[in-house]
């Protein structure tokens, strides 16, 4: 029994199926996918969630299931990757510092080669310590200035700030995806969602929509099934759950181990805005994602047509901005500073080429955790559930190696391990 048809649930569904479990899931939403699938607004694919791109490309955890799976995974390889923007200068980010014209030359000369050094001595060294990015680069005497520009940059790429950001999660985030960086997926990412859940059908399983999990049900140590909204009772081997900490300890009620009551007690949220915008020209001039160092709200955008241009209708360009949200500042006037600011960015878009803005906050569909936070452990809810037998937590919060959806595909691969099925 599968609760949840988001990447998670439709990844652990498409293992066990192919192993000969016979897989029922059980989905409160009309459609499949949850935060990893888009929906068609006038021949744009607008994200429910995740941005179109895979921050592994080729080599992460997702496109390492996809290849286990059969899933016919497509993508597009930016060239560059990553770039910085400086008032209307662009800098690519690169590993080297010693490359002309890269974002190593906006650093002033001292933080150029501090924040080089910090990250070398990290490259070079037998074991990642125990601290945040923030307190590493502080000890490597790394100036302010430059530890706001790499902060930046960190806070895009995973969502987490620097000073919450573990230098072993980063570590073992990139070594996860080979060293590799973004691809963006041919036909956006409702193209992975959906061949999972063809193989799910394909090898006789049964995705229920409309039609959530109420409780876990549990008896003595172990997990026997789930009662359904409907109140349909379903035995099973095996529960996975797919929702994120928060909904799995309520599904468990008095069953939640104390460990899982304990983490969600700690857990961060993880909010943010998604701005849409179209425009007949394109608005970057690469397919990379970009940072704008000078901005506010903004913390960066990517033009996912140039590398995908079937997500939007022919003769568009599509551009996806997105904006960290605190709870604790949160008001809607704060995103609409965010859409002011990428008018003020692309001052060629009109008004009504901000055409969609999703705000993801409080409990679901935001992360309950903020991504990235101490993948090995203390933050983040283990896979294979403490303390109760046949019972597995694949989400967003679970632990996992790499960086956004990667950390699903990589939960889901343990707990394909642990079953021993072939991951
Ligand atoms: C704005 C934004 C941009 C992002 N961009 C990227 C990106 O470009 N690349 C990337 O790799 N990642 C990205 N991510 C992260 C990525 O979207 C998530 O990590 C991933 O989609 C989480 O998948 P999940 O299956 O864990 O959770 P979800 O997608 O949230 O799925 C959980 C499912 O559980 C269901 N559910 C809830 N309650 C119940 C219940 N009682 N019974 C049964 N089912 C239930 C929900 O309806 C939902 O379908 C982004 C996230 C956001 C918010």
């Known amino acids: 029994m599968i609760a949840g048809a988001g990447l998670g649930g439709l990844l652990s ?12 899931l059980f989905e409160p939403l009309a459609f499949v996918g949850g935060k990893f699938t888009s929906f068609d607004r006038d021949g744009f694919a607008v994200p429910t969630g995740a941005f179109h791109t895979l921050p592994g490309g080729g080599h992460g955890p997702i496109a390492r299931a996809c290849a286990r799976l059969g899933v ?60 945040t990015f923030e307190q590493w680069l502080r000890r490597w005497d790394v100036p302010a200035d430059t530890l ?21 999660d980063l570590g073992c985030g990139m070594w996860s995806q080979r060293w590799h960086t973004e691809g963006v997926v041919r036909g956006g990412v409702k193209s992975i969602t959906s061949a999972l859940a063809d193989i799910i059908r394909a090898h006789g399983g049964h995705i229920h929509l409309r039609q959530g999990v109420r409780r876990v049900l549990v008896s003595g140590r172990s997990a026997r099934g789930v009662v359904t909204e ?15 900490l928060g909904v799995a300890a309520d599904l468990l009620g008095n069953a939640c181990p104390a460990a ?66 605190r709870p604790e500042t949160f008001t809607p006037a704060r995103v609409a500073a965010g859409v002011d600011e990428v008018r003020a960015l692309f001052p060629s878009v009109a008004p009504d080429d901000v055409f969609h803005v999703s705000v993801f906050r409080g409990r679901w569909p935001a992360a309950r955790l903020a991504q990235g936070i101490a993948h090995h452990g203390r933050g983040r809810c283990p896979v294979v559930c ?35 099925l072939e991951a």
């Open 72 to 131: 016919d995974l497509q993508l597009h390889l930016p060239r560059p990757s990553f770039v910085v923007r400086r008032g209307d200068e662009r800098f690519v980010v690169s590993k080297n510092v010693l490359r002309p014209n890269t974002f190593w030359q906006t650093l002033p000369r001292r933080g150029r080669w501090r924040l080089g050094a910090a990250i070398g001595a990290l490259a070079a060294g037998p074991v990642l310590p125990d601290v």
């Open 148 to 168: 706001r520009i790499a902060g930046r940059i960190i806070e895009f790429s995973i969502g987490v700030p620097l000073g919450e950001t573990s230098v072993r």
């Open 386 to 420: 403490p303390g109760l037998d046949g019972l597995y937590l694949v989400s967003h919060d679970s632990a996992g190696d790499g960086f956004a959806a990667e950390v699903v595909a990589s939960a889901a691969a343990t707990m394909a391990r642990h079953l021993g």
């Open 13 to 24: 569904g498409a293992y066990l199926a192919r192993a000969g479990y016979r897989v029922e």
């Open 260 to 325: 899982l009551r304990h983490l969600l007690a700690r857990s961060v949220p993880a909010w943010g805005a998604s701005i849409s915008v179209r425009s007949r020209q394109p608005l970057v001039p690469h397919a990379g994602i970009e940072v704008p160092l000078d901005s506010r709200h903004v913390s960066g955008y990517i033009q996912i047509s140039a590398g995908a241009p079937e997500l939007a209708p022919p003769g568009w360009h599509y551009l996806l901005a997105y904006q960290v949200l």
């Open 230 to 244: 409907s109140g349909q009772i379903m035995p099973a081997d095996v529960v996975v759950l797919g929702t994120g």
